[in-house]
């Protein structure tokens, strides 16, 4: 009787054991999951990235660059976390933007320019394909305002930032001061312009 009592606690004990391991083992694989697959997919990204940089066409390059932005967009949705990912989804969605505005479809343009800031608000060209659109739309306002915010991305970028925020590129604070300035100046906002113009060096 005690013998089989034993027994019997005995698979009750291992049975918990690996109930616990197997509760152990899926819940480490639900946290590790995301982080896996988010960075096969970026990779597979940069993948589709070099394949728009080698496309002989711009057909070619333009569904290199959708297929890059799908499967960045889920990287990205897989792990917010992942700012490589979401730096590199920027930077497609606004050569995108640049490719819609140039076959005359601003509106998709402004759309993919937004989009970019969202996914990467550190992107300070983002700001800048943003005001571009805006200002060849005739909206000086709208422009400004991408510009002030670049700017204002891009001076706080100048005095640091942490590493895993920041861009590969940024634009310096004096270009977009002198982008600003022209802007002003074409508003008759001289004054202001000849404010936001860099000091000329000697």
């Known amino acids: 009787m ?25 819940s480490f694989a639900l946290l590790v999951y995301p982080y896996v697959a988010s960075n096969v997919l970026l990779y597979k990204g940069v993948l589709a990235v070099e394949r728009s940089q080698r496309a002989r066409t711009e057909s070619s390059r333009v569904s290199a660059l959708n297929e890059a932005a799908d499967t960045l967009e889920q990287s990205v949705r897989l792990r917010r976390s992942n700012w490589r990912a979401r730096y590199l989804l920027a930077g497609v969605l606004v050569d995108l933007a640049d490719y ?10 402004v ?8 996914r990467f608000p ?4 983002a700001y ?6 805006y200002e060849n739309l005739g909206r000086l306002d709208l422009a400004e305002n991408a510009y002030r915010r670049g700017l ?14 920041t861009p590969l590129v940024m634009m310096p604070p004096a270009r977009l001061k002198e982008i600003l300035a022209r802007l002003l100046a ?8 000849a404010g936001r113009r ?3 060096r000697h």
Do not use: C, F, Y
């Open 186 to 193: 074409k508003q008759g906002r001289t004054g202001e312009a």
């Open 152 to 165: 204002s991305v891009s001076l706080r970028l100048q005095r640091g930032v942490p590493e895993s925020e």
């Open 100 to 109: 819609q505005a140039r076959n005359g479809r601003p509106g998709d343009a």
């Open 2 to 26: 005690t013998r089989t009592a034993g027994h019997i606690d005995r698979s009750k004990i291992h049975a918990v054991t690996w109930a616990i391991a197997a509760v152990a083992a899926i």
């Open 128 to 133: 800048v394909s943003l005001g571009l659109l």
């Open 122 to 125: 550190n992107m300070v060209d």
């Open 111 to 118: 759309l993919l320019a937004k989009r970019a800031i969202k």
């Open 198 to 200: 860099s000091p000329a």
